[in-house]
C-alpha cells in the first residue's frame, strides 16, 4: 500500500502543471505564468484572509504574528531587551563551560568526516556547532533577497512608513525565535543512527502529547510539514531563482521571451548538483562566499549612507512621520503600511514560521535555552539593522521623487524619469547605482549567490518536513528534489506579483500551526530558560567565591 502510495506522489509531481502545454501564441515564460498566477492569486487569498477591525482590513495571520510576538515578549518580561547583552555573552563563548558535554552525550550525534549527518552546519567545526557557528550559519542563510527585494517592495507599497514597522515586527520577532528555538531543542529527536532531526514538526506532537493533546500535537505537525514543504519550493525556492533571473536579465538586457525558463534551468542544475549529488566542495565553497557577500553588501550600504549623511536625518524623519501618517498614494492608511511592514518583515527573517528552528534543533548543546537566547539575535541583525540600513538606502535614492510611492502595478513602481516600470531587487539596485556607480552588476552576483545559498538551505528544510509525512527512502528523498527543481525553473519563469504572492502565503502559512503550538508550549520555554539562567547564576556566585 505504502508503495503505490509512493508511486502516486511521483506521478502526481510529474503531472502537476499539464497546463504548461497550452497557448501555443504565448512565449514560454509567458505560458508558464499564466499556469502558474491562478494558482497564486487562490492561495493568496487563503492565506491572507482578512477580518474588519476599526473599519480596516486585516489579514488574520498577521494578527497572530503580532499578537503572538507581543504576548511572548511581555510575557518574557522583554527579553529580546532584557537579554540581549546576555545573548551576546552567549554567542561570544562566556558561557560555555556550562555546556561541555560528557563524552556519551557526544557520542549521541553521527558526525562523519567532520560533518553531523543530515543536518545544517558551520564545515568549520568538526563533529560540533557551537553558539557563534550557529549564529553566522544561521544569519548567512537569513541574510539575503529578503533584505534586498523585500525591503524595496514593502517600501514600494506602503512607503518609507513600512521600515518603521519592519523595525517593530523584527524587535518583536527577537522573542518569537526566542521560543521556537527553544522548543526546537528541546524536543530534537535522534535518529537510531544518531542523526538530528528537529524542528516544529517535533516540538508540536511531542510537547502537544505531554500536555495530554496527542491528536492535536499530530494535526499541527502534518499541517506545518505540508505547508513547510510548500514554502520550501515558494519563498525558499521559486522567489530565489525569480529575483535571481531578474538581475541576470536586467544587468544584461536578456530579451529572449524564454530567458527566464532558460536562466531556471541553467539554476536548477547548479542547485540540483548540490542537492541530489550532494557534492561537498561546492557545499563548502558557497559557506564561504556567502558570508563575504552579506558582509560587502552591509559594507556597501554603509559607504552610501555616509556619502549620504546629510540626508540620513531627512530619511529618518519621512520614516518615522509616515508610519503614523501615509501619504495618500498609499493605499490602505496606517493600517496598510503596518501590514506591509510585519508582512515583509515575515518573509525576512521568519520570525513565527518556525523554519529557523529546524535548523537550530541540529546545534549540541546542553540547555535549550541557551540556543534560543542565540537565535533572538538573527531578526535584530536581519530585520532591525540590516532591512532598515537598505531602507534608508531606498528614501535616499527616492529623496528627489524618482518614484512614486504606492502607485505600484503588479509590485512594480512607476520611475518618474522613463515611465519604466520596476520592482523588487531591480530597484534595490538602481538605488545602489545612483551613488555607487556600477554596483548593481556586483549587486547581481551576490544576488545570485544569496538565492543559491538560500535555496539550498530550504532543500533541507523542506525535506526534513516531507520525510516527516512520508516516511525515509531514496526513492522518496529523489520525488521531493526534482519537485523541488521544477519549482526553481518556475519561479525564474513567472512575473515577480506572482511569485511573491505565492511566496509570501506558503511562508506566513507556517504561522497558522506553529503560533497555535507556542500559546501552548510557552511554559516549557520558561522552564528551560529558568534552568539556564539559574545555571548562570551558581556559576556567577562560585566565581565570586
Known amino acids: 500500500m505504502k508503495s503505490m502510495y509512493n508511486k502516486r506522489i511521483i506521478a502526481g509531481s510529474v503531472l502537476m502543471f499539464p497546463s504548461l502545454l497550452y497557448s501555443q ?25 482578512s477580518v474588519e477591525l476599526g473599519g480596516f482590513s486585516v489579514p488574520i495571520v498577521l494578527i497572530l504574528l503580532l499578537s503572538g510576538a507581543t504576548f511572548f515578549t511581555v510575557y518574557f518580561r522583554f527579553v529580546n531587551i532584557r537579554n540581549f547583552p546576555m545573548a551576546i555573552q552567549v554567542v561570544r563563548g562566556k558561557y560555555d563551560e556550562l555546556e561541555d558535554s560528557s563524552e556519551d552525550e557526544k557520542k549521541m550525534v553521527n558526525v562523519v568526516d567532520g560533518d553531523i549527518v543530515d543536518t545544517i552546519k558551520d564545515e568549520g567545526q568538526h563533529g560540533e556547532v557551537n553558539h557563534f557557528q550557529a549564529l553566522a550559519t544561521a544569519v548567512s542563510g537569513t541574510v539575503g533577497l529578503g533584505n534586498i527585494a523585500m525591503v524595496a517592495v514593502a517600501i514600494s507599497l506602503g512607503g518609507p512608513g513600512a521600515t518603521f514597522w519592519m523595525m517593530i515586527a523584527g524587535l518583536l520577532g527577537m522573542s518569537t525565535k526566542f521560543v521556537e528555538c527553544t522548543l526546537g531543542v528541546k524536543y530534537r529527536d535522534i535518529g537510531s543512527d544518531g542523526t538530528v532531526y528537529g524542528g516544529p514538526m517535533y516540538y508540536l506532537s511531542k510537547g502537544m502529547k505531554e500536555l495530554g493533546y496527542a491528536k492535536m500535537g499530530k494535526v499541527l505537525s502534518v499541517v506545518f510539514a505540508v505547508f513547510c514543504v510548500g514554502a520550501s519550493f515558494g519563498g525558499g525556492n521559486a522567489f530565489q531563482s525569480n529575483q535571481a533571473a531578474a538581475q541576470i536579465i536586467g544587468r544584461f538586457g536578456i530579451e529572449s521571451s524564454a530567458a527566464g525558463t532558460v536562466i531556471g534551468c541553467i539554476f536548477a542544475v547548479l542547485v540540483g548538483i548540490v542537492i541530489i549529488g550532494g557534492i561537498k566542495r ?17 559594507l556597501a550600504t554603509m559607504i552610501i ?33 503596518m501590514i506591509q511592514g510585519f508582512r515583509r518583515a515575515a518573509f525576512s527573517n521568519e520570525a513565527g514560521a518556525g ?37 534608508l538606502v531606498i528614501v535616499i535614492f527616492n529623496a528627489n521623487g524618482a518614484f512614486l510611492y504606492g502607485e505600484v502595478v503588479n509590485d512594480e513602481v512607476l520611475l518618474v524619469a522613463t515611465g519604466e516600470r520596476i520592482g523588487g531587487v531591480n530597484l534595490t539596485s538602481m538605488a545602489f547605482d545612483s551613488t555607487i556607480p556600477g554596483f548593481s552588476y556586483v549587486l547581481a552576483i551576490a544576488v545570485v549567490l544569496f538565492a543559491f545559498s538560500t535555496a539550498i538551505s530550504w532543500s533541507y528544510y523542506g525535506l526534513q518536513a516531507w520525510k516527516y509525512l512520508f516516511g525515509k527512502g531514496k526513492t522518496l528523498d529523489l520525488t521531493y528534489k526534482l519537485i523541488f527543481l521544477t519549482f526553481t525553473i518556475l519561479g525564474a519563469a513567472v512575473t515577480m506579483e506572482a511569485v511573491i504572492k505565492f511566496s509570501d502565503a506558503m511562508i506566513l502559512a507556517l504561522v497558522f500551526p506553529n503560533m497555535i503550538g507556542l500559546f501552548f508550549l510557552y511554559k516549557k520555554v520558561e522552564k528551560e530558560y529558568v534552568l539556564y539562567l539559574d545555571k548562570i547564576k551558581s556559576r556567577w556566585r562560585s566565581d565570586r567565591l
Not at 36 to 43: K, R, S, T, V
Not at 282 to 298: H, L
Not at 364 to 384: Q, R
Request: glycine share 6%; net charge negative.
Open 282 to 298: 561546492i557545499a563548502q565553497v558557497t559557506e564561504k562566499i556567502v558570508p563575504f557577500m552579506a558582509g560587502f553588501y552591509v
Open 25 to 49: 501564441d504565448l512565449g514560454l515564460d509567458e505560458q508558464i505564468n499564466q499556469a502558474f498566477m491562478p494558482i497564486a492569486d487562490w492561495w493568496d487569498a487563503l492565506v491572507f484572509t
Open 305 to 337: 549612507l555616509a556619502m549620504n549623511y546629510t540626508l540620513i536625518d531627512d530619511a529618518i524623519s519621512q520614516i518615522l512621520s509616515e508610519a503614523f501618517s501615509p501619504r495618500a498614494t498609499v493605499v490602505g492608511g496606517i493600517i496598510g503600511v
Open 355 to 391: 523554519s529557523a528552528a529546524i535548523a537550530h534543533s541540529a546545534v549540541h548543546t546542553k540547555y535549550a535555552a541557551s540556543e534560543g537566547l542565540v537565535a533572538l539575535l538573527e531578526p535584530f541583525i536581519d530585520t532591525v539593522v540590516i532591512c532598515t540600513m537598505t531602507a
